[in-house]
């Protein structure tokens, strides 16, 4: 049975994700109905990041099976028309080892959140930034985010519904930087927890905004408790940007 692995894109504001819902479409369901629509196949994909609904992708990867060889040019323009209208597209695919799995195999990922700082309504980024109408210091955020970097227990900083056995992760990069009116946070680790990337995201506004400082950031990180980190930051404003592999 020949294996493909597909490079995604989507916008997630009208998803419940990527794993298949009782409460409405998600991207997993999208793609295998898709794949059904192509071939007549019923298969199972496997996505390397489990996005939340309304969290956006640029590059997330998946990977699945076929009973019967097709060229992967295929592959990729017959799903990209039967995923219409849904706002998924798929941007690569090649054909792969039979053992490749886009989720266990993959040796980093990496997320950036968007926030706009501004005061007046978001337009053309309502829906894909976070507006944070309070002045924000960016360098202040940039420089506690040194402090999540590395190896700990981020149980301050995940979900009450997280299923992960440990809430030990290493994070490799937390990259506050500024250009006009927009604040990007990229985070690059090889796993992270449910809400991970959000609630850090949160506590770093608090920072910006100077109701926090890094010792309260440093001591939220001790505390292992979810109730002392910030609130999540919104869904619409992260992005699933790459996922590698070695």
């Known amino acids: 049975m020949p294996s493909y692995c597909i490079t995604i894109e989507y916008d997630g504001r009208e998803l419940v994700g990527w794993q298949r819902q009782k409460n409405g479409p998600s991207v997993q369901q999208h793609i295998e109905e898709a794949i059904f629509a192509f071939c007549g196949e019923e298969t199972r994909i496997q996505g ?9 992708a640029l590059g997330q990867v998946a990977s699945f099976e076929l009973n ?3 060229k992967p040019q295929v592959v990729m323009n017959a799903l990209n028309q ?60 940039a420089r506690a985010a040194t402090v999540l970097v590395g ?24 990259e506050v930087t500024r250009q006009g009116e927009e604040i990007r946070i990229r985070a690059s680790a090889l796993s992270f927890l449910h ?40 869904p619409y404003g992260l992005y699933l940007t790459k996922v590698e592999y070695s």
């Open 151 to 174: 190896r700990h227990d981020f149980t301050s900083f995940r979900a009450a519904a997280c299923q992960a056995n440990s809430p030990i992760r290493t994070l490799d990069e937390l």
């Open 82 to 141: 039967h995923l219409k209208p849904a706002p998924i597209a798929i941007l690569e695919c090649e054909e792969v080892d039979n053992e490749f799995n886009a989720r266990f195999d993959a040796t980093k990922r990496h997320y950036l959140y968007r926030i706009i700082n501004r005061r007046a309504p978001l337009t053309v980024d309502a829906g894909f930034a976070w507006q944070v109408k309070r002045e924000l210091d960016s360098d202040a955020m």
């Open 68 to 70: 019967s060889v097709r």
């Open 195 to 234: 809400n991970q990337v959000r609630s850090m995201v949160g506590s770093l506004s608090l920072i910006g905004t100077g109701q926090w400082s890094e010792g309260d950031l440093t001591a939220a990180l001790a505390a292992r408790d979810r109730q002392r980190a910030g609130p999540n930051a919104p």
């Open 48 to 56: 390397a990041g489990r996005t939340d609904a309304g969290v956006h």
